[in-house]
């Protein structure tokens, strides 16, 4: 009896840590017997193991009025959604709140603050290929957990799996390929790809700008080379459908589709891989495909050490097919490697090209992604400076636009905290 009280004692302690985020470090109360902590700040869900400086918490009136703020902010502030959850300081939300303005500033080496990319003796839009086109995202491992970040949750954790096995096989039957969340709201496609590149949904809006540039000025070649598969008249909505404010009509599918991730390619320079489950990749429709930058020289798809600049890869996540995700390389590891059986089908051009623009080693495996990664840190500071122009240009934080965004958009939380608040102080009066 003695010995059930002490452990229920041990249970009901209240413990304090910080929360493990190098750019959030929050301190963080709760009790001893929970096994994860939701950060009160950040939005990530941690393993009570993995926060650091965990200590009693002695004083009991500290105590109760941190345990008593926990609930009462849980039934008050809706919970960060996928959008909201930082990660080493940077939300998926405020990414694509100063996407737009990426395109055409960039940031300067000598003073770190933002300018116009014409007065940095740079063209006016932002050159995906040229900057983007060698690099690639592998993620912490310790990070895969993160919600919005890490594994993607659409349902391509059971829809891929066969084909993630085969992957694996390959790579000496360790878990070298992953997929990982892309945002779901329309541009998942170019959401996938920027964080294929770099990690962040930071590119989406330059993506779709450069793609629809490109597709503009080679459209006569566009048109003859797929003469037998688009109508002419379809080239204008092929373009329109890559402008960043473009919103389909009534019945019409909305997102990008397999020509535009043709362009992509040819826009970054690099092959991407789209692969699907086992079944969708060994049937007759184009679910799966190698998209080779085919209307760019081989030549010009290489990076300064004069390889070819390596494939990025995608996925269907379900059966539906109508989501884009990420398949990235885990940091630490060796590059990941996809089988030739799996990139033999290219879309768009012959398959002859294939050796042309991909490299394969003596096995006949195509390495995935590579390993120049763009820092974190370098990433942060760009967001800041890109976050000055957003409040020059706005008048409004980004931060404050991204908690508006959470409290005041949200099904539950504080917009109907705030309707309930309102109705009772009309009663009142």
């Given at each position: 009896?003695?010995?059930?009280?002490?452990?229920?004692?041990?249970?009901?302690?209240?413990?304090?840590?910080?929360?493990?985020?190098?750019?959030?470090?929050?301190?963080?109360?709760?009790?001893?017997?929970?096994?994860?902590?939701?950060?009160?700040?950040?939005?990530?869900?941690?393993?009570?193991?993995?926060?650091?400086?965990?200590?009693?918490?002695?004083n009991p009136s500290v105590a109760l009025h941190n345990i008593l703020k926990n609930i009462l902010l849980g039934n008050v502030k809706p919970k960060k959604g996928p959008d909201n959850v930082k990660v080493l300081g940077l939300s998926n939300y405020v990414c694509k709140?100063?996407?737009?303005?990426?395109?055409?500033?960039?940031?300067?080496?000598?003073?770190?603050?933002?300018?116009?990319?014409?007065?940095?003796?740079?063209?006016?839009?932002?050159?995906?290929?040229?900057?983007?086109?060698?690099?690639?995202?592998?993620?912490?491992?310790?990070?895969?957990?993160?919600?919005?970040?890490?594994?993607?949750?659409?349902?391509?954790?059971?829809?891929?799996?066969?084909?993630?096995?085969?992957?694996?096989?390959?790579?000496?039957?360790?878990?070298?390929?992953?997929?990982?969340?892309?945002?779901?709201?329309?541009?998942?496609?170019?959401?996938?790809?920027?964080?294929?590149?770099?990690?962040?949904?930071?590119?989406?809006?330059?993506?779709?700008?450069?793609?629809?540039?490109?597709?503009?000025?080679?459209?006569?070649?566009?048109?003859?080379?797929?003469?037998?598969?688009?109508?002419?008249?379809?080239?204008?909505?092929?373009?329109?459908?890559?402008?960043?404010?473009?919103?389909?009509?009534?019945?019409?599918?909305?997102?990008?589709?397999?020509?535009?991730?043709?362009?992509?390619?040819?826009?970054?320079?690099?092959?991407?891989?789209?692969?699907?489950?086992?079944?969708?990749?060994?049937?007759?429709?184009?679910?799966?495909?190698?998209?080779?930058?085919?209307?760019?020289?081989?030549?010009?798809?290489?990076?300064?050490?004069?390889?070819?600049?390596?494939?990025?890869?995608?996925?269907?996540?379900?059966?539906?097919?109508?989501?884009?995700?990420?398949?990235?390389?885990?940091?630490?590891?060796?590059?990941?490697?996809?089988?030739?059986?799996?990139?033999?089908?290219?879309?768009?051009?012959?398959?002859?090209?294939?050796?042309?623009?991909?490299?394969?080693?003596?096995?006949?495996?195509?390495?995935?992604?590579?390993?120049?990664?763009?820092?974190?840190?370098?990433?942060?500071?760009?967001?800041?400076?890109?976050?000055?122009?957003?409040?020059?240009?706005?008048?409004?934080?980004?931060?404050?636009?991204?908690?508006?965004?959470?409290?005041?958009?949200?099904?539950?939380?504080?917009?109907?905290?705030?309707?309930?608040?309102?109705?009772?102080?009309?009663?009142?009066?």
């Amino acid at each position: 009896m003695e010995k059930a009280l002490s452990r229920r004692r041990e249970d009901y302690k209240v413990l304090c840590g910080t929360c493990p985020d190098e750019q959030c470090r929050a301190k963080l109360f709760f009790p001893a017997y929970d096994k994860s902590i939701e950060c009160t700040s950040c939005g990530q869900r941690h393993e009570k193991s993995t926060l650091q400086n965990i200590a009693e918490v002695t004083n009991p009136s500290v105590a109760l009025h941190n345990i008593l703020k926990n609930i009462l902010l849980g039934n008050v502030k809706p919970k960060k959604g996928p959008d909201n959850v930082k990660v080493l300081g940077l939300s998926n939300y405020v990414c694509k709140l100063v996407s737009p303005i990426l395109t055409r500033y960039g940031m300067c080496k000598k003073t770190g603050k933002a300018q116009l990319l014409t007065e940095l003796g740079q063209p006016p839009v932002f050159d995906c290929g040229k900057i983007l086109g060698d690099r690639a995202f592998v993620i912490d491992e310790e990070n895969l957990s993160i919600t919005g970040y890490g594994r993607d949750k659409s349902g391509s954790l059971k829809y891929l799996s066969g084909t993630l096995d085969v992957i694996k096989d390959v790579n000496d039957g360790e878990e070298r390929l992953v997929a990982i969340h892309a945002d779901g709201d329309g541009h998942c496609l170019v959401h996938a790809v920027s964080r294929a590149l770099v990690g962040r949904e930071l590119f989406w809006h330059a993506l779709r700008v450069n793609l629809m540039n490109h597709f503009t000025e080679n459209l006569d070649k566009y048109k003859d080379l797929f003469k037998d598969f688009v109508d002419r008249d379809e080239w204008n909505d092929i373009i329109q459908e890559c402008h960043p404010e473009f919103c389909p009509r009534d019945g019409e599918p909305l997102g990008l589709r397999n020509i535009h991730v043709f362009g992509l390619a040819n826009v970054l320079r690099r092959p991407i891989i789209l692969l699907d489950s086992i079944e969708g990749m060994q049937s007759s429709g184009d679910y799966s495909a190698v998209f080779l930058p085919g209307l760019i020289k081989p030549e010009e798809c290489k990076s300064k050490d004069g390889t070819l600049n390596k494939p990025i890869c995608i996925a269907w996540s379900s059966v539906g097919r109508n989501h884009y995700i990420s398949l990235v390389g885990i940091k630490g590891k060796p590059p990941p490697k996809l089988p030739r059986y799996m990139i033999q089908k290219t879309w768009g051009m012959p398959s002859t090209l294939l050796d042309k623009y991909i490299e394969l080693d003596e096995y006949g495996h195509c390495i995935v992604g590579g390993d120049k990664c763009l820092s974190d840190k370098y990433l942060r500071h760009l967001v800041s400076a890109m976050e000055e122009v957003y409040f020059e240009k706005h008048g409004v934080h980004q931060q404050l636009v991204a908690d508006v965004h959470q409290f005041m958009y949200k099904t539950s939380g504080m917009k109907h905290y705030l309707t309930e608040y309102l109705c009772l102080k009309k009663d009142e009066n």
